[in-house]
Antibody, heavy 118, light 107 residues
Framework: QEQLVQSGAELKKPGASVKVSCKTS????????IHWLRQAPGEGLEWLGW????????TYAQRFQGRVTVTTDTTIDTTYMHLSGLKSDDTAVYYC???????????WGQGTMVTVSS | DIQMTQSPSSVSASIGDTVTISCRAS??????LNWFQQKPGQAPKLLIY???NLHSGVPSRFSGSGSGTDFTLTIRSLQPEDFATYYC?????????FGQGTRLDIK
């Protein structure tokens, strides 16, 4: 069964960093890009960036450049999203998701709630 | 960045109705337009990719159409499980961008 399983909820203080993991299984890890996205409470979906697990090449949304880093560990079929300089408006559910056939985002992780509060 | 605008923002309908949701892009998306359904507390689910291709396992009452900058999601014969929020998304260029969502409620 193809699936993405994310790490658990995080509570962080302003200025701190968070690292969310996304363990994939059931398919060839290096064959598909992985997106990272987020959704603030009651809001829509926002794209942070993606990684090509085969080459390690990343692309990030301009507004997160310098704050977000996405990496992979191909030995355990896992990708990580690191976000630094956290602010209260970074409070959101963070998702990893697979870029599937036809460029649709076809498999999503269950989401990781990150709360930034003093 | 390509801006995505959905209409309406919300719509009320009854079981068995047909509903149409529109999505307009600020630039040509080359047909790289996807539709998602999201229910409260859940991750989004892919319905349509490439403007008109039904994702595996999605009921045939869902269909997508359009090209260039204007796209439509149609849901025929609404079922109780279809009441949710729907998003369009362009995957033509980075940053990937989404519409603001259309909430479909029971009338």
């Amino acid at each position: 069964q193809e699936q993405l399983v994310q790490s658990g909820a995080e509570l962080k203080k302003p200025g701190a960093s968070v690292k969310v993991s996304c363990k994939t299984s059931g398919y060839s890890f290096t064959g598909y890009f992985i997106h990272w996205l987020r959704q603030a409470p009651g809001e829509g979906l926002e794209w942070l960036g993606w990684i090509n697990p085969y080459s390690g090449t990343t692309t990030y949304a301009q507004r997160f450049q310098g704050r977000v880093t996405v990496t992979t560990d191909t030995t355990i079929d896992t990708t990580y999203m690191h976000l630094s300089g956290l602010k209260s408006d970074d409070t959101a559910v963070y998702y990893c998701a697979r870029r599937g056939r036809g460029a649709g985002i076809d498999i999503w992780g269950q989401g990781t709630m990150v709360t930034v509060s003093s | 960045d390509i801006q995505m605008t959905q209409s309406p923002s919300s719509v009320s309908a009854s079981i068995g109705d047909t509903v149409t949701i529109s999505c307009r892009a600020s630039l040509n998306t080359g047909g790289y337009l996807n539709w998602f359904q999201q229910k409260p507390g859940q991750a989004p689910k892919l319905l349509i990719y490439g403007a008109s291709n039904l994702h595996s396992g999605v009921p045939s009452r869902f269909s997508g159409s359009g090209s260039g900058t204007d796209f439509t999601l149609t849901i025929r014969s609404l079922q109780p499980e279809d009441f949710a929020t729907y998003y369009c998304q362009q995957s033509y260029s980075t940053p990937m961008t989404f519409g603001q969502g259309t909430r479909l409620d029971i009338k």
